[in-house]
Nanobody
Framework: QLKLVESGGGSVQPGGSLRLSCGAS????????IGWFRQAPGKEREGVLC????????NYADDVKGRFTISRDNAKNTVYLQMNSLRPEDTAVYSC??????????????????WGQGTQVTVSA
């Protein structure tokens, strides 16, 4: 069973930075496209960024352009989400998912699954 584990969340002030990590248990990530998602209180889960097996990224959220980047380190079996210039509206539970259908980033976010438990990011003064 594919299982993902997120870490790196926390509380920061506006303008601060965090780096989230997405690791895998029982399988290697380098065969899969991995997506980062977030869910704010009272809202549905939304896609943020995805990275394919070649390291190319796909952006799902316009408001993170220029602030968030996604990367992968196959040697560490980890995908990262670097978040800079954080805003209060970035507050959410961030989780990662696997595209089990393709090594590329899909436009149908329903292709992602095997969610981890998520990590809380809180941005406030």
């Amino acid at each position: 069973q594919l299982k993902l584990v997120e870490s790196g969340g926390g509380s920061v002030q506006p303008g601060g930075s965090l780096r989230l990590s997405c690791g895998a248990s029982g399988f290697t990530l380098d065969h899969y496209a991995i997506g980062w998602f977030r869910q704010a209180p009272g809202k549905e889960r939304e896609g943020v960024l995805c990275i394919n097996v070649n390291g190319d990224s796909t952006n799902y959220a316009d408001d993170v352009k220029g602030r968030f980047t996604i990367s992968r380190d196959n040697a560490k079996n980890t995908v990262y989400l670097q978040m800079n210039s954080l805003r209060p509206e970035d507050t959410a539970v961030y989780s990662c998912g696997v595209n089990g259908y393709s090594s590329n980033c899909p436009w149908d976010l329903g292709d992602f699954g095997s969610w981890g438990q998520g990590t809380q990011v809180t941005v406030s003064a």
